[in-house]
């Protein structure tokens, strides 16, 4: 008989992942995609995806932390390509007071458990 999740919380590795919709110009959503953080703070996020993501990339990211999902719009500030997938730094804005808050929670989480995986010898992402 096949096991359910009833976990009321996300997965702690599950705060790697997040999903993405490129915005045009204009601010039509565009490709929807995902990826997987790397490094994150309050002002921005690097994150590994498969296809590339052009310097000045608006982008609508969506980041779910415990019981809660925030949308964060962001610009895409650099991209590198490293073991066939690409690392891209995201710059937020237009923040509000409530998702700042949950956005420093999902850091500090992330941060621990980025922690975790070092000290036990595994990595997230490209070295």
Excluded: W
């Excluded at 994150?40 to 609508?60: A, F, M, P, Q, S």
């Excluded at 998702?99 to 000290?119: D, M, N, P, T, V």
């Amino acid at each position: 008989m096949p096991r359910t999740d009833k976990r009321r919380f996300i997965r702690h590795d599950s705060l790697f992942l997040l999903d993405y919709i490129v915005m045009d110009q204009e601010g039509n959503r565009g490709v929807y995609s995902m990826g997987r953080t790397l490094d994150v703070c309050v002002d921005g996020i690097k994150l590994e995806v498969l296809n590339r993501l052009d310097l000045g990339t608006l982008l609508i990211i969506t980041l779910g932390f415990e019981n809660e999902l925030i949308e964060l719009v962001g610009e895409v500030t650099h991209t590198e390509y490293h073991s066939g997938r690409y690392v891209s730094g995201v710059a937020f804005y237009k923040i509000t007071k409530k998702g700042r808050a949950i956005l420093a929670k999902y850091s500090e989480a992330f941060l621990k458990r980025k922690k975790e995986l070092e000290e036990s010898g595994e990595t997230i992402g490209p070295q």
